[in-house]
């Protein structure tokens, strides 16, 4: 038998789906994103222009008046901007988060989690959101009798 929902005896509505929460699944998914957009942030690499060349005396006395941004080595702040070196964390990707940890807490989410906890004692077979793909949105309890114990997850 397939469960997806449930009606409390004070009219209240609890969908498997809606309130489950995150599974294991869920959770490996975002870390296996998270650490993909951290790698290739650090594998990206700033296109670097060749500097150009001043073709004007009134740009090349312009430089002389900069102190010390025109002595030979150091970098300005506008080249270490356009190297990508100063980039803001805003462009950083954020990766994209389970579920709210707060539809986790909930009532609803510890009344199904016990619920499937108490099932494992009294069905053959129960099967939720953290047993599969296929499971995610309800649960699947089966009475038939198993040789060893009753198979839970």
Known sequence: MDIAGFITADGRTID?????GPT???RREAQ???AAQARDARLATPKIEPP??????AEKASDRRRGRDSEK???KTSELQR???GVS???IPIPPSAPSAEVEKSAEAAFLR???KGACGVFGTVLGPEANEAHRDHFHFDMAARKRSAFCE
């Open 114 to 116: 016990r619920l499937h």
């Open 73 to 75: 080595g150091t970098i």
């Open 89 to 91: 964390d805003r462009a």
């Open 32 to 34: 296996r994103i998270a």
């Open 52 to 57: 150009r060349r001043r073709s004007t005396i």
């Open 16 to 20: 498997v789906a809606r309130y489950w």
């Open 24 to 26: 294991e699944r869920d």
């Open 83 to 85: 190297l990508g070196r």
